[in-house]
């Protein structure tokens, strides 16, 4: 294909300006030399803006498309586990036996948490949302680890952050509910899986066993791996604007989490059952499916629409069969608040506005259900999505770093406040 060119008029100005593109997918005006000529382009919400080259995740929105380091979705959802996604995403191929023994031990080995760790959590109020918790947690790790083994110019430095950060976000996710809900806290077995060990410091206690159920484990695992990494979203160019910096990798892992929280983004899963206990009866769906639609309303069908799917969600289509599968399993498919959930799917999917608008349901709809099945609790929904994309994140901070021509971000405006004015004499 000819190389394209840009050109740009700006009353007197004319400029050609190179265009990048990758190996696949949309091309890019490169504008960074426009701030020479005192001119900036503004893009609100960077619909149309690359910030970065990555070769990690690739989405197709048009095609309902999903790559890791150009691995199809549904193969990897089908035949690998979480932990080899979290290699892939970070190293760029899967782990062979030998390299995927070795970083499931060190995830196991670095899953325990500092002990002083536990005074942070006593210090939040009782009702605190999981989340909050998790953002304060895992910010303070960065106080116990910046020392000499934590040079972020280091690559091996990453890796080892990367695995403390993995390893260790499941066990302040589980300890954030267990705080809130006044149980002891459950540390992590040698014996069991990543999948397996935060479900079991979830549910067990001193005096509760709780049963692997392999329907469950394979559910769960399928959530983390669905929801490992998705390219440039809010969350994950929020770790890469904080890590340009040179931040603590736990900082900047905590920002990921503050921002992934919002219910734009990763807390659509809990505000959809929220919504849906809320609807409460299949008959009021039709009242709601109507405010979805009035501008006058800011309400929205929490779990529809995406800002790059605008066909199909493809872990949207996984997570379907996932929750049919569970709700089979745990015997749920008449359960009220379920039937609720798959009933409001039908009704938006034939609905004018819904398939003019292109809003189909999103991964979030289903894995809120499939989570909601499982027992676990809405407030940690979101967790859940941020242990997963802990993976994403790390990754794609060690990415900006390695790259030599990352620089630290810096975003300019355009001012509309007052003009230059003096302070009066008060
Ligand atoms: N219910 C009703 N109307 C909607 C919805 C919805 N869920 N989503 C979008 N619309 C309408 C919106 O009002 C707008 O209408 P109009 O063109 O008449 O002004 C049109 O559809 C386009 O919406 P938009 O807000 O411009 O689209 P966006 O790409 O900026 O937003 C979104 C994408 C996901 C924020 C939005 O669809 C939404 O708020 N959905 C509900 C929340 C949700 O489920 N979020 C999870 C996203 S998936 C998880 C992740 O990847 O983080």
Known sequence: MAKLKAN??????????????????????????????????????????????????????????????????????????????????????????????IFTNAIKEHSLLHDQLTNIFRGFRRDAHPMAVMVGVVGSMSAFYFDETMKVGNLNHRKLSAQRLIAKVPTIAAWSFAYSNGSPFVYPKEELSYSENFLNMMFSGPNIKY??????????????????????????????????????????????????????????????????????NER??????????????????????????KNKDPRAIIMKATCHEVLDELGLRNDPIFKLALKLENIALEDDYFVKKKLYPNVDFYSGIV????????????????????????????????????????PRQIYTGKLRRDVPNL
């Open 8 to 101: 740009i008029n700006v009353d007197t100005l004319n400029l050609n300006l190179p265009v990048v593109e990758g190996t696949v997918g949309y091309p890019a005006i490169d504008v960074s030399s426009l701030h020479s000529h005192g001119i900036k382009t503004f893009d609100p919400g960077f619909s149309s803006t690359a910030e970065c080259t990555s070769s990690i995740t690739f989405v197709d929105g048009g095609k309902g498309e999903l790559l890791h380091r150009g691995h199809p979705i549904e193969q990897l959802a089908e035949k690998c586990e979480f932990l080899d996604i979290a290699y892939l995403l970070f190293n760029g191929e899967l782990p062979n036996s030998r390299e995927k023994t």
């Open 211 to 280: 049963l692997q159920n392999p329907i469950i484990t394979k559910a769960f695992e399928k959530i983390l791996i669905l929801h490992a990494d998705h390219e440039q979203n809010a969350s994950t160019s929020t770790v890469r604007l904080v890590g340009s910096s040179g931040a603590n990798p736990f900082a900047c892992i905590a920002a990921g989490i503050a921002s992934l929280w919002g219910p734009a983004h990763g807390g659509a899963n809990e505000a959809t059952l929220k919504m849906l206990s809320e609807i409460r």
């Open 284 to 309: 009021r769906i039709g009242e709601y499916i109507k405010r979805a639609k009035d501008k006058s309303d800011n309400f929205r069908l929490m779990g529809f629409g995406h800002r790059i799917y």
């Open 371 to 410: 989570m909601k099945a499982l027992g676990i609790p809405n407030s940690m929904f979101t967790a859940v999505f941020a242990l997963a994309r802990t993976a994403g994140w790390v990754a794609h901070w060690n990415e900006m770093l390695t790259n030599e021509k990352s620089k630290i971000g810096r």
